[in-house]
Each structure stands twice: as C-alpha cells, then as structure tokens.
C-alpha cells in the first residue's frame, strides 16, 4: 500500500515544492549553481519514483481502499497486468525524457515550473495505471489534463497559449462525455470496480441505453487517444511544447486515453456485450478513418515535430482498431503496439528535439545533410522510423503483424478485410513521410556543401536516453516470444 502512495504523491509533493521554491529565475552567477542544484533535486525526485512505482507494481498484491468521496463512491487502488504493462513503458519514458531534458532546457526560461509539473505528471499518470475503479480512473484522468496544460504552454508564447487551451478544451470536453457515461453505470452495477470481463451491468429493458452510454464513453476517453472527430488538439500541441514534454506526451499521456478504453471496454462493459453490435461498427469505422487521415495529413505535413503528431493521431488507432475488433490476436497486437509505439514515438521525438536544439532547423525540407552531422541521432532515428512502418526487427512489426491476423482471423463483414489493406496503406504512408529525412540526411546529393560540414552530436544527457529506448524498440522486435506470451494471458482473462 505504502509503495503505491509513495510512486503517487511523493513526485505530486516533489513537483509543488520545486514550483514554490524555483518560481522565481535566478540570474548572474548564482544561476549555474541554482540550476545544478535544481537538476540534481529533479534527478533524485525521478528516480526514487521510479523505483516506489516499479516496486509497487512489482510487489503489491493487494488492494485498498484510500477514502470514500461518498459512501458509494470509493477511491479505491489495485494493481492487474494491465496496469503493470502500462506503467513500465510511463517509467521508461518519463525517466529517458526527463534526463534528456537537462540539457535541452538549458536554455529555456524558468525549468522550475516545468520540473514541478513534469514530476506531478508522473504522480498523476502512476495512480492512472493503479486505479482500481473507474471513480479513481475519473478524479486522476483529469488532474492529468489540469498537470500536462503547462507542459504544453511552458514557453508563454501567444501560440503555446492558445494551444495549451485547446488542449484544456478537447480534454475535458472528452471528459465530460465520459462523466455522462459513469453516471448511469453506477446506476446500472453494483460497482465499478473493474474486473476482467466486465461487470454485471443491469440491462433487461435498456440494453441499446446502455449501448449508447458506451459510445460517448469511447467518444469521450477517445479525445484524449486522438480518435477522429477529435484529434485537432495533437498536432497543434506538439510543435510548441518543449520536445521531451512532446515525447512524454505523445508516448504516455495520450496512452492515458487508450488506458481508459480498455478499462472500459474490457474490465466494465466487457466484450461479449459490444460484440456484433452497432457500437463495435461503428468504432471500427472511426478507428480506421483516424488511422488513413492522420497518416495522410502527416505524409504532407512540412514541419517535423507537426508531421510526428499527426503521426501518432495515426498509430495510436492502430491500437484502437485492434481493440475494437475484439479478437485475441488483435488485442495482443493492440497491447504490444502500446509498448512498440510508446518507445518508437518517444525516440522520434526525442531526436527531432536533438536536431533543433543543434541545429535550430524545425523544417524537413532544411534538414538535408543532417545524417552527415549527427550521424548517431539519425541511425536511431532510422530504426525506430523502420519500427513505425512495420519492418522486422523491430516491435512495430510484430504488433502489426499480430493486429493484421486478428482482423482477418475475426470474420466482420467487410472490416475483416477492409481493416488490413487500410493498415496496408497507412505504413507506405509512414513510410513516405518517415524516411525521406533518412535518405535526405544521409545522401545530400553531389551539390551539398561539404566543406562546411561539422559533426555535431548533441551531449550524453540526449543521446543516451535515444540510445536506451531505440535498444528496447528493437529489442521487442527480436525476442518477442516473453512479451506476446505474458499479453496473451492478459487477453485471454478479458476475452
């Protein structure tokens, strides 16, 4: 019990005593010093979470009850596999960018507030992966929103601002659609607790209500994950926010949106009542709408970090289409594409915030000859981009691979076929707007200067934490026997 309110509040404690006591910037030559001692203070504060959070959810087989908001309305905590799966990839990455950000904010205005959030963030997104019950689920899925909207506004520009509150708008528009749902479960079950299968929901007389209540819920969590109508907030808050708060973002936080659908979809609803009715079609529909547009609007996307946003609008449906196909194969591929994206996209963007912070360049079309001056960001950046595509070794293929046999294996008219040539389309597509900045950097072409050329590798504070999430990307890829094999328990309880 201690190691999961220690994993929760010791970094949401250790992020309002860095925003009380760092508020202020420090100038002169105090600064190098106040500045070590910030770093040093965040380093520690990150680590001693990681390491409560791994232990909470390596250990602690219990669950417990925190207090009661009512006397029905219980916070309530308790750790499943999937809650492990997904809090594993929020430590590697939290940690990978919050390292990397030592040195990319050096020279950005006060990075007091920003570690004070960040570190509140993780807090919020462990006690996301711990809830036991879609109350706790709720209270923590918006204080996520109300932590991560400074990230994206950390630079006070009136462009971050306006992008901060339309991200604040999407996400609790999306929240509030979810609320709609809780209030009629918790009228329609005796709990909310979620259990592997589903709940015993109460539907004699108002089953096709209950459909409905599902579909804004899907609707709602959807916003958070990206899904179409609702994407708009995604590429507009990715290219202001700091790049490892963009790599934090698109890795972890929208994985918030996608946490939320499997617990209501698999652990309150439970498959068997979605199956083979107008909520799956439905689903499918916007999940491979989402999945063709965000590949398309990233293929003619010109800004970099622009283009990976609309890139995760695209992939992150890739999980969602898997889910809502509702088969095993499926699921395993949407559970696995969870990590496999997770490291992939993180990597991406921590490369694409190395090349700015070296090079100033936020353009593709600038970057030509960049594999000539950081030849190890962009060898990172290849393999992780061939992940995202779907080309063997990495994990990206074997998630695909298993998504593309469990819509086929899955027999829905139409989609069964329709979902794989989609999925088909998408990755010439990532691969059209991934590896041009490959064979760009790397083959300038005979008219490039290359008199003027300088290697320029960003320090070990960035290419470290590349190097350690590139490895794991494919490291999913070549040995994925252990991975698949613990996913397929996972499915096989929900199914």
């Known amino acids: 019990m201690y190691l999961i309110l220690l994993s929760i509040f010791f970094p949401i404690l250790a992020g309002l005593f860095l925003l009380i006591c760092y508020r202020t910037p420090v100038a002169g030559a105090a600064k190098s010093a106040d500045r070590k001692k910030l770093l040093t203070l965040t380093g520690s504060f990150l680590i001693l979470t990681a390491l409560c959070a791994a232990a909470a959810a390596l250990t602690v087989k219990k669950s417990f009850t925190l207090f009661y908001l009512t006397k029905t309305l219980p916070i309530y905590f308790q750790i499943d596999e999937v809650g492990r799966l997904f809090d594993l990839l929020v430590i590697i990455v939290v940690l990978c960018a919050g390292f990397f950000s030592f040195e990319y904010m050096k020279h950005e205005e006060r990075e007091g507030r920003y570690y004070g959030y960040y570190l509140m963030v993780f807090g919020v997104l462990n006690a996301l992966c711990f809830a036991g019950n879609l109350i706790t689920f709720y209270l923590f899925f918006e204080l996520l929103t109300l932590s991560s909207m400074p990230l994206v506004l950390h630079n006070g520009s009136r462009e971050a601002i306006m992008a901060g509150l339309k991200y604040l708008f999407y996400s609790l528009c999306g929240a509030y659609g979810a609320l709609f749902g809780i209030y009629f479960l918790a009228r329609s079950s005796d709990t909310l607790t979620f259990t592997a299968g589903g709940v015993r929901l109460q539907t004699e007389g108002q089953a096709g209500f209950l459909l409905l209540v599902a579909f804004v819920m899907l609707l709602g969590f959807g916003v958070k994950a990206g899904m179409f109508p609702m994407h708009a907030w995604l590429p507009t808050a990715h290219p202001v926010a700091p790049a490892p708060a963009s790599a934090v973002l698109s890795a972890v936080i929208v994985k918030a949106g996608i946490l939320a659908i499997v617990r209501v979809t698999c652990y309150i609803f439970g498959m068997d009542f979605l199956r083979g009715t107008w909520v799956q079609t439905a689903w499918i529909i916007l999940t491979l709408t989402t999945v063709f547009l965000g590949s398309m609007l990233a293929y003619r996307e010109p800004v970099l970090k622009k283009r990976l946003a609309y890139s995760t609008v695209s992939q992150l449906s890739y999980i969602l289409f898997g889910l809502a196909v509702m088969d095993g194969a499926a699921l395993t591929g949407s559970l696995l594409h969870v990590l496999a994206h997770g490291f ?133 890829g070549l040995f994925p026997g252990v991975v698949v094999d613990y996913l397929a328990n996972i499915v096989g309880a929900v199914l």
Not at 354 to 382: D, F, N, Q, S
Not at 413 to 428: D, E, H, R, T, Y
Request: glycine share 10%; charged share 10%.
């Open 344 to 476: 992939i996209k993180a990597t991406l963007f921590l490369c694409a915030g190395a090349i700015i912070y070296t090079t100033g360049k936020t353009r593709v079309e600038e970057l030509r000859g960049i594999g000539k001056e950081m030849p190890l960001t962009m060898w990172c950046y290849t393999f992780v981009s061939l992940g995202l595509i779907g080309i063997p070794p990495t994990g990206g293929f074997i998630s695909k691979w298993y998504l593309a046999v469990g819509a086929l294996h899955s027999s829905i008219p139409v989609f069964c076929f329709l979902g794989p040539a989609v999925l088909l389309i998408s990755a010439l597509l990532t691969a059209g707007y991934l590896l041009p900045l490959t064979v760009q950097g790397f083959f300038p072409g005979a008219d490039y200067d290359y008199g003027s050329l300088q290697k320029r590798e960003p320090s070990r504070f960035m290419t470290i934490p590349i190097l350690i999430m590139t490895f794991l990307s494919v490291l999913i």
